[in-house]
């Protein structure tokens, strides 16, 4: 059972989620796109196992903050894949500075699926 101050929780931490959420993606598009116009293009083919691996996990995250915004547990489940992804071909749990947000926005993600489907 919810309680009144957790039914208006859940929707500021779902916002909250979704809002640097998409600041994230954004930021990496634009980051992507900057590479790609001045002839520095993501070689996916020309990276070696371990940037493969690495991009990977990036992309998962990328995925999964899009498709939080409909299905959160789906996309709560693929931002923390992305992330153990990325971390463990990393070798280091957690990579400052960016990179820790997305395992706060999956388990922000999660915690509104999980929650929510109680209300």
Request: glycine letters at 12%; a positive charge; aromatic letters at 18%.
């Given at each position: 059972m919810t309680t009144t101050f957790e039914r208006k929780l859940i929707p500021f931490i779902r916002w909250i989620a979704r809002v640097v959420g998409s600041l994230i993606f954004a930021f990496v598009i634009l980051f992507i796109l900057g590479y790609t116009f001045t002839g520095h293009a993501p070689d996916f083919?020309?990276?070696?196992?371990?940037?493969?691996?690495?991009?990977?996990?990036?992309?998962?995250?990328?995925?999964?903050?899009?498709?939080?915004?409909?299905?959160?547990?789906?996309?709560?489940?693929?931002?923390?894949?992305?992330?153990?992804?990325?971390q463990?071909?990393?070798?280091?749990?957690?990579?400052?500075?960016?990179?820790?947000?997305?395992?706060?926005?999956?388990?922000?993600?999660g915690?509104?699926?999980l929650r929510g489907r109680r209300m």
């Amino acid at each position: 059972m919810t309680t009144t101050f957790e039914r208006k929780l859940i929707p500021f931490i779902r916002w909250i989620a979704r809002v640097v959420g998409s600041l994230i993606f954004a930021f990496v598009i634009l980051f992507i796109l900057g590479y790609t116009f001045t002839g520095h293009a993501p070689d996916f083919a020309g990276m070696n196992p371990k940037e493969q691996i690495m991009f990977t996990g990036l992309f998962l995250e990328m995925i999964g903050i899009l498709l939080a915004w409909k299905w959160e547990g789906i996309g709560a489940g693929l931002i923390i894949v992305g992330y153990a992804v990325f971390q463990i071909t990393e070798g280091k749990l957690f990579t400052p500075p960016i990179f820790p947000i997305f395992l706060i926005l999956g388990v922000m993600f999660g915690y509104c699926w999980l929650r929510g489907r109680r209300m």
